[in-house]
């Protein structure tokens, strides 16, 4: 199994960091806006609505007792000889206070029996929000550490490998000469000539050639130097 990496860009491990920064950062404001929006709507239920529904009973029943009383009132004054008076208003009065009394206790009852598993099922949320907590605060700055670390590891490589021209105490790269060859690089190269006629005195096929080829032409133009001579003659 291999065991070397195989990174194709730096610049992708600084952008997994800052996205998980980010993450982190996004993360946390939101779960804490949860649990403030939780918290009020605990606190609606438990103690903002049990209160007004208490309330509201209190009223209605007071309510129904007026409206009692004022049928009562009706019947006993209203009555005119053995005529017994109607009172239909009161009865609609009495009929709507015991209603909104029945209404009233139902809403209160409602709230005292979901407020127990609304404060239940909240803690068992918070319990889980606990343990992303754990992650965001933990796992995540772990992560950007072990990335910082790869990079600073693939940067020092990155330096090793790749090669780094001379440069001067300044920070400056060095000057190319192009100035004239002295009178000791002329006579150095002059003094080469051993090594050519090395080369020359070698058995080199094409310096021997080169040589045969030469002494032809001196020959030939001895022969015609000779006939010249004799002709004038």
């Not at 980010?22 to 993360?27: G, I, K, L, R, Y």
């Not at 709230?111 to 918070?126: G, H, L, M």
């Not at 995540?140 to 550490?145: D, E, G, L």
């Not at 060095?174 to 060859?181: K, Y």
């Given at each position: 199994m291999s065991t070397q990496a195989d990174v194709k860009s730096i610049d992708t491990l600084a952008f997994i960091k800052a996205a998980i920064s980010?993450?982190?950062?996004?993360?946390g404001q939101a779960i804490a806006e949860v649990e403030l929006e939780g918290r009020r709507a605990i606190d609606y239920i438990t103690i903002d609505r049990a209160g007004h529904w208490k309330a509201e009973v209190r009223r209605s029943s007071d309510m129904v007792n007026q409206a009692i009383k004022d049928l009562e009132h009706c019947r006993t004054f209203k009555k005119v000889g053995n005529n017994q008076p109607s009172c239909?208003?009161?009865k609609k009065q009495l009929e709507k206070a015991r209603a909104r009394l029945a209404f009233s206790e139902e809403k209160a009852?409602?709230?005292?029996?979901?407020?127990?598993?609304?404060?239940?099922?909240?803690?068992?949320?918070?319990v889980r929000l606990v343990h992303f907590h754990e992650v965001i605060d933990v796992d995540?700055?772990?992560?950007?550490?072990r990335i910082e670390r790869m990079i600073k590891s693939l940067d020092a490589y990155r330096e090793m490998s790749s090669p780094r021209p001379s440069v001067n105490a300044d920070g400056s790269a060095?000057?190319?000469?192009?100035?004239?060859?002295t009178d000791d690089g002329v006579k150095g190269v002059a003094g080469?000539?051993?090594?050519?006629?090395?080369v020359?005195?070698?058995g080199d096929p094409l310096t021997a050639q080169t040589g045969n080829i030469s002494g032809d032409r001196l020959s030939a133009d001895g022969d015609s130097s000779s006939s010249s001579g004799t002709g004038g003659l």
């Open positions: 980010s993450f982190a950062h996004e993360t239909i208003e009161e009852e409602a709230v005292r029996r979901w407020s127990p598993v609304v404060q239940q099922q909240f803690r068992e949320t918070c995540c700055p772990k992560a950007m550490a060095p000057a190319t000469s192009v100035a004239r060859p080469s000539g051993d090594g050519v006629k090395g020359a005195g070698s």
